[in-house]
């Protein structure tokens, strides 16, 4: 596995319209035109977004007679994901702890106790 790869995907998605780019590959692959319609940010600012995300692997490009055609590579994704798994046992347990104090909590109100 890539250590480097999963930052450089996490650096890629920390920007919103890099994810939302991303959330529109996922239905399939389209030109930039298609990609920059939804936006109100410049068609450059659009393929510079879409050049970060090319050269960090997210996201392939092919030419397709004078249009380039984009679509999602999920195996940065998977990358990160599988970087991520140690720590989802993390919290996990303390999302079930929470869990548990909410329904204690509620419990007591029901009981009129005090929480």
């Not at 890539?2 to 996490?10: F, I, M, N, S």
């Not at 879409?50 to 055609?69: H, I, M, T």
């Not at 990358?79 to 419990?107: C, N, S």
């Amino acid at each position: 596995m890539c250590y480097a790869c999963p930052v450089e995907a996490l650096q890629a998605l920390a920007d919103p319209i890099r994810r939302e780019l991303l959330a529109l590959l996922a239905g399939g692959e389209r030109t930039a035109g298609e990609l920059a319609e939804p936006f109100s940010v410049s068609r450059p600012a659009i393929s510079r977004h879409l050049r970060v995300l090319r050269e960090s692997g997210l996201v392939r490009v092919r030419a397709d007679g004078r249009q380039r055609r984009y679509a999602l590579d999920p195996a940065p994704l998977r990358e990160l994901d599988d970087w991520l798994e140690p720590y989802r046992d993390l919290w996990a347990q303390r999302l079930d702890a929470l869990d548990t104090e909410i329904a204690r909590g509620r419990r007591a109100r029901t009981n009129g106790e005090a929480p």
